[in-house]
């Protein structure tokens, strides 16, 4: 069994496929992490909790102990889970382990491959105020899921001023690198890594969405790991909205890991019988290096994360007419731009902002969801039979949780917006955010959407979300509850979402925040992709995208292929180098077709339909980085198909220096006694001479590429 309970030590053994997660209660009924790491073969290889280290009458032994689930209070002076407030304005609570239940067969363990175990534990101090937490596993990915359940069992309300998904604990007396995703606009994603020292590194976002500053993820080393060999712990919180992580290293060579809800600016009011349940935090530990962590999560995410409706689909070829037309949209160039879409394969048009209400500029109409007559006299109706015609799904761009001052809906509603009564409203790209945590702009919101989706055939919807919180304020909420709102939006996206899925299961939602502001495994769990990046320069989605695909799969990473020269760096790239960059995601096209020139049109029509032939590999394959943009003049990724009967290179030059114009790659992830057919040379190669003696790849002068084939044909 992939959990078991042993009696005799008090120990819960989770195991996966190559690791354990072990679990105790010591002798004062404190629940703690034994162990995590790679899998022991006896069940005497793991020791009982226990609570008898310390140091001295400064550094006692409760402050020693890995408790799962550290509730503030008492002798804890480390990162908490849980902070609380009773209604006696008494601020300690005590979690002692109460009971467990190991799930086998439940509505929440639908698959074979995952298993849950429940552990309750519950205030000594008198206080009713149960904890109930969850540990699934996923045996075949080595990751394991936490999160918690807070229940009122009392009489009387309590106040959460922090509530954490649990803590992770990592094997003491490391010199352990963190390495974490930072970014702004136009540069999201960006790898980093640090050695951590003792005190606390807190990741975090405090906008009210993820942010594009930080990702909530990270991975944990020792500072000697690699692409391929060392062990790796890594983890990502699945939440879209405030949220932290807290690596806190101790004076005596403990590092624990925190993560969950930002407790900045929050509370909630947990009413008698009611329950307040955390963010499920994800994390898994390897062997292999980082380029393993990366492959398991994308496989856990491509099997248990993307919705159900659409994961075993292909993602389409998406054509969207931002780029070509901005907010100049109307029936006529939308028409010629879908002609000349279809005509190069492309399999789903998108139209982008400005076809509703007065949207002319970013000035006004966010809000008014009806369609604008002077664009589109008709409505949209004879421009959707025309995209179908041509063979194409139809898609559409919108901005639900934003409103323009200059509005209809605004002037009729201008306490919908956060706001703090009597001050002013700061106004971020002239847009105010719609308060979500009210049951009537939720309703709204999901009203004009159902009308939307059910009025028009529309099967791909971008979502986006284009400016952060200020003036957090709900006049209308009762003083207790004022601080919920940052959770609130959040699950309020989340419900929309789903009912408009269940009642739609056509529809694909790709989800977008002015680029990759909101990219996080909660709104993955809904949307079925992400917008990673409102800059398409090709040459930068090389280091965007690897950041990306270090923490996320990329069948859900969007890419298009654009003008050149680009609109943000006014740099010129050729149209292969464009396509080949793009082709590593879901692939799709944004640049103005009107301007394309009829062999550009060709190539790219080519270009199409070979990503047709590759996509199950790229999208669904899996992924080895061979030489990192970051660090080399050129720049290799390499997918496998999960059956090793094919793999993908893509090699990108920066420039062409002293003459050298060849570069050898060293592949992974072949069959070292199979023969491949390495597309455009002659004869055949074992996978063992293309992994050990390499690839020569001919790149010369500036910013050209390759995208090679290689094709298993038999053994040896």
Known sequence: MSISYCKEKKLWILETKNTSYVIGVDEENNL???????????????????????????????????????????????????????????????????????????????????????????????????????????????????????????????????????????????????????GRWSGETQLRQTFLTEGKKVMESRRGTTSPHANPWFAIDNGKADEDYGSVWFGALAWSGNWKMVFELSSFGQLKITGGINDFDFSWHLKPNCTFTTPVFTAGYTENGFGSASRLMHSYQLKHILPKEHASEFRKVIYNSWEATYFNVNAENQRSL???????????????????????????????????????????????????????????????EMVNPDSKLYREHPDWVYHFPGLPRTEARNQLVLNLARDDVKQYIYNFMDKLLGENNIKFIKWDMNRHFTEPGWPEAAAEEQKEIWVRHTLSIYEIVERLKAKYPSVVFESCSGGGGRVDLGILR?????????????????????????????????????????????????????????????????????????????????????????????????????????????????????????????????????????????????????????????????GAALMKKGLEVNLKGDFDSKLIRIKKVDYI
């Not at 002319?360 to 007559?373: I, M």
């Open 32 to 182: 703690q992490n034994v162990y995590w790491g790679s899998k022991l073969p006896y069940i005497g290889d793991y020791s009982p909790a226990d609570i008898s280290k310390g140091h001295s009458s400064f550094d006692f032994r409760e402050g020693f102990a890995n408790l799962e689930f550290p509730a503030w209070g008492g002798l804890l002076y480390s990162e908490p889970c849980l902070k609380a407030t009773f209604s006696d304005n008494v601020r300690n609570l005590s979690l002692k382990y109460d009971d467990y239940e190991i799930v086998r067969n439940s509505e929440n363990v639908s698959d074979e491959s995952m298993s849950e175990l429940r552990i309750d534990l519950k205030d000594s101090l008198s206080y009713r105020l149960r904890v109930r937490l969850y540990f699934r596993i996923y045996e075949e990915f080595d990751i394991i899921e936490k999160y918690a359940e807070v229940i009122n069992e009392g009489e009387q309300p309590v106040t959460l001023e922090s509530i954490q998904s649990g803590a992770w604990y990592l094997p003491e007396g490391m010199d352990y690198r963190l390495t974490h995703l930072i």
């Open 338 to 400: 879908a002609e000349k879409a279809a005509s190069i394969g492309v399999e789903v048009f998108v139209i982008d902002d400005g076809w509703f209400g007065e949207r002319n500029s970013d000035r006004a109409g966010l809000g008014d969801w009806f369609v604008n007559r002077n664009k589109f006299p008709d409505g949209l109706a004879p421009l959707i039979k025309t995209v179908n015609e041509l063979g194409m799904d139809f898609g559409i761009w919108v901005e639900p």
């Open 526 to 686: 809904r949307m079925d992709e992400f917008w990673p990046s409102d800059n398409t320069d090709a040459f930068d989605r090389l280091k965007i995208q690897e950041g990306f695909a270090y923490a996320y799969l990329p069948k859900a990473m969007v890419a298009w292929v654009t003008d050149s020269p680009n609109w943000l760096n006014g740099r010129k790239l050729p149209l292969t180098y464009r396509f080949h960059s793009a082709m590593m995601g879901t692939l799709g096209i944004g640049g103005n077709l009107n301007h394309w020139s009829e062999e550009e049109l060709k190539t790219a029509k080519e270009m199409i339909s070979l990503y047709k032939e590759i996509r199950p590999i790229v999208q669904e394959g899996n992924l080895y980085r061979l030489l990192s943009p970051r660090t080399n003049e050129v720049a290799a990724v390499e997918y496998t198909a999960k059956d090793g009967s094919e793999a993908l290179v893509f090699a990108f030059l920066h420039s062409s220096q002293f003459g050298v114009g060849s570069k050898t790659l060293y592949l992974k992830g072949l069959e070292s006694k199979a023969l491949y057919k390495v597309e455009g040379s002659d004869g055949l190669t074992s």
